[in-house]
T-cell receptor, first 115, second 116 residues
Framework: DQQVKQNSPSLSVQEGRISILNCDYT??????FLWYKKYPAEGPTFLIS?????DKNEDGRFTVFLNKSAKHLSLHIVPSQPGDSAVYFC??????????????FGTGTLLAVQP | GAGVSQSPSNKVTEKGKDVELRCDPI?????LYWYRQSLGQGLEFLIY????????KSGLPSDRFSAERTGGSVSTLTIQRTQQEDSAVYLC??????????????FGPGTRLTVT
């Protein structure tokens, strides 16, 4: 049972345009969401996070939106740059009774930013 | 500052052999996690340490897998009698930890394990 889903395995965007990566979750107990970027042969790099008490968090070119009623979050990258080309993972965790903050990951979306 | 380090970066072993994978977390991070990523899959949680104790081992796939952490720092993941399905990238992450638990995890580069 996939609790965190990234339904688009890949996305191609022109340099300078907006990249929108989507993520859906099923567990209503999740209250903390993160996006990680991963280059080949490297570990995931933390990008941005959002707590369930918020619906938007912005950091430079990266903005994460959370829609709790739809159990949906998205990552917007504006403007997209060729260096943003990587696999993006959505992750979620919950603090329900004794939770360990372990992350549940989606399967990732490969973003290709074309020059 | 130094990030999470893992060794070895690559390990090729024969089916049935035991392997040990090492993780050095970021200094001061009391929480440590092991994940693995099999080919074409997302990251899968294995085990969590708070200090030297492991309150959540729910992700360990079988009793061939074990892990320990000493001195609240270095952790070792051991796989006994390796099988081909154990082939994956094993990732270690660490984070700060307080009551809220809402801290991002920082990952090491991973150990690519290949069982032949």
């Amino acid at each position: 049972d996939q609790q965190v889903k990234q339904n688009s395995p890949s996305l191609s965007v022109q340099e300078g345009r907006i990249s929108i990566l989507n993520c859906d979750y099923t567990n209503s107990m999740f209250d903390y969401f993160l996006w990680y970027k991963k280059y080949p042969a490297e570990g995931p790099t933390f990008l941005i996070s959002i707590s369930s008490i918020k619906d938007k968090n912005e950091d430079g070119r990266f903005t994460v939106f959370l829609n709790k009623s739809a159990k949906h979050l998205s990552l917007h990258i504006v403007p997209s740059q060729p260096g943003d080309s990587a696999v993006y993972f959505c992750a979620a965790s919950g603090r329900h009774g004794g939770a360990t903050n372990k992350l549940i990951f989606g399967t990732g979306t490969l973003l290709a930013v074309q020059p | 500052g130094a990030g999470v380090s893992q060794s070895p970066s690559n390990k090729v072993t024969e089916k049935g052999k035991d392997v040990e994978l090492r993780c050095d977390p970021i200094s001061g991070h009391t929480a440590l996690y092991w994940y693995r990523q099999s080919l074409g899959q997302g990251l899968e949680f294995l085990i969590y340490f708070q200090g030297n104790s492991a309150p959540d081992k729910s992700g360990l796939p079988s009793d061939r897998f074990s892990a320990e952490r000493t001195g609240g720092s270095v952790s070792t993941l051991t796989i006994q009698r390796t099988q081909q399905e154990d082939s994956a990238v094993y990732l270690c992450a660490s984070s700060l930890w307080e009551g809220t638990g809402l801290y991002e995890q920082y990952f090491g580069p991973g150990t690519r394990l290949t069982v032949t």
